[in-house]
């Protein structure tokens, strides 16, 4: 025990050490083949006998498994695992990124043989037991740099009740997409994705929890194809309450892929140029806009807490390099969607 009464300890002998690749530049010093760690956090420099270097060229970025690990009188001893490419190269630091963070960047054979006999589109077999909502204009509202759809939005205004007692709101469709048809849980596709937990982003690249056969393709609702959804189709009250639900597999056809930017611009000034453009949307967005007040207004008096934090966004250039970050915008169309989606 310590001066303050707490237990001490000493490590007496390591079992067992994680094969955490070791990325560094691969030197060539006094005749001997050496690795820097890029992590500080390694002390020494690992030696790479001649015979284990593989493909590798002095100056490369290289990713390192040990073989020896240090002790008192011998430097660490390690194989070259695998060749990121050279220090200058774009990306590099997101390609480190990954391995130092240990971020599942490979599929299993398993995985990529699933996905691929999975169909490239929607097949009659798939609509079956399925409410067809492709007539409805649904639209996807995500930012620019977005490469995958998750939702869709819709909403029409409507009378309930009869006579004077008729009242009016809004019906609000909100469509999502249904992986669950082509992700099994047990099945390749499911551990795979589950070992990744989410899909991770970097600029200019994303590492998708599913592969991109799914990510992009069958499970992103992109304008104009059939695509399989889970809906909530709902009547909301002027009041902001929901007043009527359901819950049902449907297929739909996203009729547009809007950006925050473009509807923001449109709810801004709805005779301006982006207003023109999509005038054929314009009734529905304004309606989206008003039952988005009525619910913020009703989750507002229920005493809900607004969080309103500043995210940032990485702009890079064309050869992918950082070229500044800046603070990431949000507009009355953000928040549009987060209203829908809660």
Known sequence: YDRKGRPEGRVLEILERRKTPIIGRLLHEGGAWVVAPEDKRYGQDILIPKNAIGAAQAGQVVAVELTEPPSMFSQPLGRVAEVLGEIDDAGMEIEIAVRKFEVPHRFAPETVAQA?????????????????????????????????????VYCEPIKTGRGKSAQSGWRLVVAIADVSHYVKPGEPLDEDAYRRATSVYFPRRVIPMLPEKLSNGLCSLNPDVARLSLVCDMVVSGAGEVTAYQFFPAVIQSHARLTYTEVAAILANTRGQEAQRRAALLPQLLHLHEVYRALLKARGSRGAIDFETTETQIVADDNGRIEKIVPRVRTEAHRLIEEAML
Do not use: C, K, N, Y
């Not at 169909?119 to 639209?139: G, M, N």
């Open 116 to 152: 691929a006999a999975l169909p490239e589109q929607v097949r009659p077999a798939d609509r079956r037991q399925r409410v067809d909502l492709s007539d409805v204009p649904l639209v996807t509202i995500d930012g620019e740099d977005a490469r995958d759809f998750d939702d869709a």
